[in-house]
């Protein structure tokens, strides 16, 4: 059975998880557009320890600001380091994944310089879960938006993963790649050819047209995207689910989500 859940806002993720029937529960470790470090909100093992017992599998998302494909030295390196660090304290809580944009390079770059410096920080990290990739909605130079720019990064990083201890996964974001101009229809199909594997699903309808460019997500009825469609994409992928639908109707979105599998 396909574990459904979202993103939680709250200070208490467990309870709101908990409240909402969900099976996942992402969140925060700390500012998701800011640069310092993580905080865990309490003891590490007894907050595995909670989830572990209300049956809730966690993932982080890492903050939006890492951008690890950056040419620019005041970017990437700070965020090499930041990924590390949310990957020790994601792991030390027991999630199941860690999930990061693939960021961009800007329309000066040679794009395979992204795709080095990504190679590079597969290379030099620690990931003691797994590192979870996800396609972004907008940006022309971006490394993981249309498909042949994933599949350059994912043949360069995936062979890096090989030699550097492996735990490297794909996380699907409906919203995005409907932005992203993707066929929702195939996405999973289309995906799979490139990675060989979708370890999460971040199940979102949008507020926006198809090939839009733009990352804003909506609730289950109320957006652009027919909601069989999205159902259709979870069931074709298999995979866990994060809802990041708005807070107002997130336990609906799971509810009925839940209801179609």
């Known amino acids: ?3 459904v859940g979202g993103h939680f806002h709250g200070e208490n993720p467990l309870d709101d998880a908990v409240a909402a029937k969900a099976r996942t529960a992402q969140f925060f470790l ?3 557009q800011g640069w310092k470090g993580p905080v865990i909100p309490g003891d590490p093992e007894e907050i595995k320890a909670a989830y572990a017992e209300a049956d809730v599998d966690v993932y982080i998302h890492a903050p939006y600001v890492i951008n690890v494909a950056s040419t620019n030295n005041r970017i990437r390196i700070p965020s090499r380091k930041l ?5 020790k304290a994601a792991a030390s809580i027991g999630a199941k994944g860690l999930i990061v944009h693939g960021g961009h390079v800007t329309g000066k770059d040679d794009p395979a310089a992204g795709v080095d410096n990504w190679v590079k920080a597969i290379e030099r990290s620690e990931r003691p879960l797994p590192l979870l990739i996800e396609n972004t909605a907008g940006g022309d130079h971006a490394m993981a938006r249309k498909l042949d720019a994933l599949a350059r990064l994912w043949e360069a990083v995936s062979e890096a993963a090989g030699t550097s201890g492996g735990n490297l996964g794909f996380c699907l974001d409906t919203c995005h790649a409907n932005s992203a101009g993707i066929d929702l229809a195939d996405a ?7 990675t060989g594997r979708i370890d999460l699903v971040h199940c979102n309808n949008s507020r926006d047209k198809f090939g839009s460019g733009a990352d804003r997500h909506a609730n289950f009825e109320t957006g652009t995207i027919d909601r069989e469609t999205l159902a259709a994409v979870v069931r074709a992928a298999g995979a866990p689910v994060v809802c990041e639908t708005p807070l107002d109707g997130l336990a609906g979105d799971i509810a009925w989500l ?4």
């Not at 990924?83 to 990957?87: A, E, F």
């Not at 999973?188 to 490139?194: E, F, G, L, R, T």
């Open 1 to 3: 059975m396909v574990r």
């Open 30 to 32: 700390g500012d998701p």
């Open 83 to 87: 990924l590390d660090s949310h990957l």
């Open 188 to 194: 999973v199909d289309a995906v799979k050819a490139i």
């Open 258 to 261: 839940t209801g179609q599998l």
